[in-house]
């Protein structure tokens, strides 16, 4: 076997265990994040081939990624600001209306005169 072939089978045999190397590496530096001041770590369970996340600080773990629930605690918030906001102007704008007639016309709001008989 010449020099070359050699080298050329070994390079073939180790260049797949390299890369599945940098890829493990790379994985591993994914997992840990920063969030909330928490340093947090992804782990993914093999038998319910889901991934969960444990808070180092705390060693609590949750199978909700926490970047998401903050954000959809914020989605919540932005829906009910706009389903509400037509319901809150329209009783404002009735409570101004009733303000400007007690002031402009009182005696409107008192009601029909007693009739003599």
């Known amino acids: 076997m ?3 072939a050699f080298l050329a089978l070994a390079s073939a045999q180790l260049l797949p265990s390299a890369l599945a190397a940098a890829k493990e590496s790379a994985k591993k530096a994914a997992d840990t994040f920063m969030f909330g001041g928490d340093k947090w770590r992804t782990v993914y369970d093999d038998m319910r081939k ?18 998401k629930a903050a954000e959809e605690d914020a ?5 009910l600001i706009v389903i509400m906001l037509p319901f ?7 409570a ?3 303000v400007y ?5 009182p005696d409107v709001l008192k009601g ?3 009739s003599r008989p």
């Not at 989605?75 to 829906?79: A, D, E, G, K, L």
């Not at 809150?88 to 009735?94: D, H, P, Y």
């Not at 007639?101 to 016309?105: D, K, P």
């Open 50 to 67: 889901k991934a969960y996340y444990y808070n180092f600080r705390t060693g609590q773990s949750t199978w909700s990624d926490p970047r």
């Open 112 to 114: 029909p005169k007693p």
């Open 88 to 94: 809150v102007l329209c009783f404002a704008a009735g």
């Open 75 to 79: 989605h919540r918030w932005m829906v």
């Open 101 to 105: 007639v007690r002031v402009n016309h």
């Open 2 to 4: 010449s020099g070359l």
């Open 96 to 98: 101004a209306y009733l």
